[in-house]
């Protein structure tokens, strides 16, 4: 996409002018598109299948995010409609990262998964693995900036706080120092006249406790409490407005001594103030680095449109967040305080029926350009010039694009506000419904033959896995089926989910119990289905497996190894009960947000 030429490219080297750029346009725009790109992605049963309930298809989520390292995240802010006439204003940054461990404390951890086939396709797109590695941007999740924090303590500026009536041990101290800063004062205030030889005035220096903080004097003053320390504040505060105090914390971040900077003037001063909250933002950097942009955008409460929204979500909560909580509901009631409204194109584009057959982002864009008139024209005016065109920044202005051609075609706008007696609705009417995908190659096909676009809700209970056959294809599985059991005469699905099994959806829960009965009470009426190698489990089987992580093994594998464990799942069962059967796997998560 020629656009994405336009995006501007953010390393380390440029982040916080980009940070101060990105704030201003987060703030005139109506929503805030993301995509990102990862080293790796599901494949096989591992990734979202349309069999999967909302808990484990969160399970799934929360494995790769947990096993893939985001590489680049591509955030464009822009608002629909303009002074200017155009359609869209956009504001795409290409964010390059890299968990780079600023403060050497061991955080994030360099261990990560890789798929080098993913890593030949983003090297034929043009991926710049040079500056992401040597320039990308570090961070820290806001657990691991708690910890770190633990860890590292530097000089820093305090309030005082109101203070408590003396006693008598506090009034010695503060006389004490209170004399002894004075001194120092006027000693700094009007140098010595004096021609004094090198080892005198070395000697009146160690005698006055005077130091130097960079071309400034300065002398430290030694606390033993938290007390001590704020009379030290009350007391140079007291005494000149030319006086800047610094409390020093040791390893443990117990503060062990107030450092005082003199300062020449009111101009020196501001100078000395800028140059500490300079230092105290690079400090942050150090902790935050790129989930500055999240917390920017998580504050900003703008709407959040996304692609794969569950996958990008969960890799945004644990890499900048927390660590992701072992069920989906407790993920939405975290992610919620987080991210308040989050909408996936996937749901936008199956609202027109047609579209419910487009398997990625360019087949739902080239269909709206053949099938339906929607003129677009998109603004961008960030224009740096630079170079470095990425997918995940092709992607988030595709998801733009869409996104303001859907909502015309829909009639949503940012707040509801009807126009010409006409009906529209609000990003809010769709937000938490998720379509989970898998990786499709880009295409820009809607295939409009091959399956029915419509989706019903099933049971659970109604779908059986089943493993141990040799086919290859569903119709050579279901016409060998069909010579076993007299249930496999009457009407269900068969999907083959990987090489090794398959899933059976029934029209009946009691048909799908039937056989699972007959199964393990080897019943007669199961002609060589135990002879041929068959085997069979329920969707508590499948959700064990999902639960208890054995991703490592093919889904038969898991399947068995599951169906010999005891019957404990740490999965909670809060709506997990029924999915949406069809091509593609559809998430309400709206009941997950009942916290």
Known sequence: MAAAASAKQVTRRDFLEALRDLAAHVKECDYVAIAALKTGAPTGWRRALPVDTAETAYLKAKFASESFQPLHIAVCPFRLGSASGSDVVAYPYNFHLFPRDELQLGMPSYSFSCQSSYF?????????????????????????????????????????????????????????IKSRIQHWHKRCAEPSKTADGSLVSSLRELIMGSESYGSRPSMTIDVCSDRQVQLVLETVNGTSGDLVPLVVPDKGGVPRAVRVIFTSSAEDKNLLLMDIQKLEDEQNLKFRGFREVIDLVASSEKPIISYNCLNDLTMMHTQFIAPLPPNLHEFMCSSRLVFSSVVDIGHLWREISPLRKAKNIQAALSYLQRQYFVPMEIEIPLQDGTKGVTKSGENVLRITKLFAKLSKLLKISPNCQPQSGEQHYTVEDHRNILYPGCMVEESDGVDCTSE???????????????????????????SRLARLHHVFSKDFDLRLLDKTCSALIFRSSDTASELLRDISLESPSLNNFFSEGLKAAGFDVYRKACSSGLWDSALAEALESASLEPATSTISEHGSSEIYWNSSLKLDLKEYLEC
């Open 120 to 176: 030949s396709s983003m090297a034929r797109d043009g991926f710049d693995f040079n500056m992401c590695i040597y320039d990308g941007i570090s961070y820290l999740s806001r657990v691991q900036e708690s910890l770190a924090r633990q860890k590292t303590f530097t000089p820093h500026l305090q309030q005082p706080s109101p203070s408590a009536s003396a006693s008598v041990a506090d009034s010695v101290f503060t006389t004490r």
């Open 452 to 478: 029915p676009d419509t989706t019903r809700t099933v049971s659970t209970q109604s779908v059986v896995f089943l493993w141990g056959f040799r086919e290859t294809s569903a119709e050579e599985l279901r």
